[in-house]
């Protein structure tokens, strides 16, 4: 008697795509800035804003062209990561519009420029670019390894970047900061750009490097002490890091830059002794620097108390005026469109918007906000450990580390944690080269997440083994 058996191989069992739950996310994450639109209109007029509808559509549609493009080419990725961006992209707007409505700030612009120009308008104009960025990194970035090939390309594109400002005739200096260049009429950050770039070069560099930068020498006080070559690189980052603090007063983009490198560096080696160096160095170069450059003595100045120096100083008159916006919003806030933190001036609606959130929404407002922030990167950091190969791994958990840094100085200075940076919170304040870089950033981000979740596929049959035959008696 022959008995006959077939055995069939089983693929891999097929990961739940979850762009549904991202589009009914988008959903959300499009009616609550258009509610808050309204509100801010009914506070403001007591009637239903004219541009509401254009606002709605317009942020629907950018949603919808961002979901359609992540369901077609990124079916995998993270289902968070989209509508956390929106939605901070979107009361964003929501906050620039209501600022441009205030008659203070409409006065100070005439009496300075002559001229009124609404910056909501740029901002959803930027956003539409920062989409376009996010669909184009999808669509050209078909595998994130790719990047690897050019890590040292990216690092001298980043040095590019970062010295451009200094550049006679293409720099500028906004209140201080030489982070500026003028290209074609419009004002661009490069340093915004340069840190994504610079998360490539990290990523490709220590995937390298990690094994010997892990070594220790020496055990000292229970820090393992790496050996005296192998702190070049940290010793070569933290003395461009001082560079950019000194001839560009940019105590923001110094401390991202440093940061992202120790917290990256951390994680390719697992040494706590970097960690605790870098935090030594960059305390040490702050101070030194401090102690010489007039922009930066200000606003530590500002920081440590700036009620002593309102009357000499603009930046501790901005400061006096950010404490007293989070002070009497209190615990819910004054509500949407009813507060003042249009009089800390200029810059109500890029360095200071927090401000607004934490006076018109209160500190409840502000943990929410922060709540979001730190959604983003957890997802991003759960990318990487999710990412199967060590660049992904670093790549992803770089760009997660800078934006965590960013909120970090954004968010620190402006309550009076540490001085202020002059850098743009992600998503919310007004600027065209941030909303457009961090676009670029969750595009990143979908991409490895995409990857990282996307099923193995299933191996080859073997014509061998797909039928056995065993015979019996």
């Not at 070559?229 to 461009?240: N, Q, V, Y």
């Not at 560079?243 to 390719?268: H, K, P, Q």
């Not at 990487?384 to 190969?389: E, P, S, T, V, Y």
Request: include cysteine; charge should be neutral; glycine fraction near 10%.
């Amino acid at each position: 008697m022959s008995v006959v058996t077939n055995t069939t191989t089983i693929g891999a069992i097929e990961a739940p795509s979850r762009r549904n739950t991202e589009l009914a996310l988008l959903g959300f994450a499009v009616a609550i800035p258009v509610f808050a639109y309204l509100n801010v209109g009914l506070a403001l007029d007591g009637e239903v804003p004219s541009g509401m509808l254009g606002y709605g559509l317009g942020l629907a549609l950018l949603a919808t062209v961002a979901h359609l493009v992540v369901r077609k080419w990124a079916p995998y990725a993270d289902p968070l990561l989209l509508p956390l961006a929106t939605l901070l992209n979107g009361m964003g707007l929501v906050l620039i519009w209501r600022l441009d409505q205030s008659p203070r700030l409409i006065a100070t612009s005439m009496r300075l420029y002559k001229s009124f120009s609404p910056d909501a308008p740029k901002q959803m104009m930027y956003s539409a670019i920062g989409i376009a960025m996010l669909v184009a990194v999808l669509l050209l970035l078909k595998d994130h390894r790719v990047l690897q090939r050019y890590t040292y390309i990216s690092m001298a594109a980043a040095l590019v970047l970062l010295l451009l400002p200094l550049v006679p005739g293409l720099g500028s200096a906004v209140y201080g900061a030489k982070i500026w260049i003028n290209v074609a009429g419009f004002s661009i950050q490069p340093g915004e750009f340069a840190k994504i770039v610079l998360a490539v070069f990290f990523s490709g560099y220590l995937m390298v490097k990690r094994d010997a930068l892990a070594l220790a020498s020496r055990r000292f006080m229970g820090l393992y002490l790496p050996r005296g070559r192998d702190l070049g690189p940290i010793l070569t980052i933290w003395a461009i890091s001082l560079l950019i603090l000194i001839f560009e007063n940019d105590l923001g983009t110094s401390l991202l830059f440093f940061g992202m490198f120790v917290i990256m560096l951390y994680v390719a080696t697992e040494r706590t002794s970097w960690i605790v160096m870098g935090l030594l160095m960059s305390v040490a170069g702050a101070v030194g620097v401090a102690s010489f450059a007039g922009h930066v003595q200000d606003r530590v100045d500002a920081w440590a108390d700036p009620f002593s120096c309102a009357k000499d100083v603009p930046a501790c008159d901005q400061m006096t005026e950010v404490l007293m916006s989070f002070g009497s919003g209190g615990i819910l806030g004054t509500g949407l469109g009813q507060g003042n933190s249009d009089l800390i001036g200029f810059a109500a609606n890029s360095d200071f918007i927090f401000a607004t959130v934490g006076e018109e929404l209160g500190l409840t407002g502000v943990m929410v906000f922060l709540l979001f922030y730190g959604l983003i990167v957890e997802r991003g950091v759960r990318t990487a450990l999710a990412a199967r190969d060590p660049f992904g791994k670093l790549l992803a958990m770089g760009l997660s580390g800078a934006f965590a840094l960013q909120i970090f100085v954004v968010a620190g200075g402006v309550m009076g944690l540490i001085p202020l940076t002059g850098m743009t919170m992600p998503f919310l304040a007004y600027g065209g080269s941030s909303v457009i870089a961090n676009w670029a950033l969750i595009g990143i981000l979908i991409r490895i997440s995409d990857t990282a979740r996307r099923p193995a596929p299933a191996p080859a049959p073997n014509p061998d083994a797909e039928m056995t035959q065993v015979v019996r008696p």
